[in-house]
Nanobody
Framework: VQLQASGGGSVQAGGSLRLSCAAS????????MAWFRRAPGKERELVAA????????YYVDLVKGRFTISRDNAKNTIYLQMNSLRPEDTAAYYC?????????????????WGQGTQVTVSS
């Protein structure tokens, strides 16, 4: 599976962005997926995760109520809608896939990673 993330950019605080992650391969619909991010000088952190059919979702507390993860298995794509962006959301965002139906909150369980897409939020 190859993952291609896109949609990053520069916005002012309070703005919105939608990230997309397109996956190759026929097994996408049975993989759990997630978005992680890494800010300069900080550890990689999980932002949101979703199970194979979108019925279960997980969000880190910092983004609850502002970010929404979703997936379209017909298009082999997951999304991260980010609203009310804050300067502390500035980071490189990565999508990842785990070879199981359920979502995972552990980065070491993810089998495939996309390249990062940069999100910069100015105050």
């Amino acid at each position: 599976v190859q993952l291609q993330a896109s949609g990053g950019g520069s916005v002012q605080a309070g703005g919105s962005l939608r990230l997309s992650c397109a996956a190759s391969g026929r097994s996408f619909s049975i993989y759990g997926m997630a978005w992680f991010r890494r800010a300069p000088g900080k550890e990689r952190e999980l932002v949101a995760a979703i199970n194979w059919n979108g019925s279960e979702k997980y969000y880190v507390d910092l983004v609850k109520g502002r970010f929404t993860i979703s997936r379209d298995n017909a298009k082999n794509t997951i999304y991260l809608q980010m609203n009310s962006l804050r300067p502390e959301d500035t980071a490189a965002y990565y999508c990842a896939a785990v070879r199981r139906l359920q979502l995972s909150t552990r980065h070491d369980e993810y089998d495939y990673w996309g390249q990062g897409t940069q999100v910069t939020v100015s105050s």
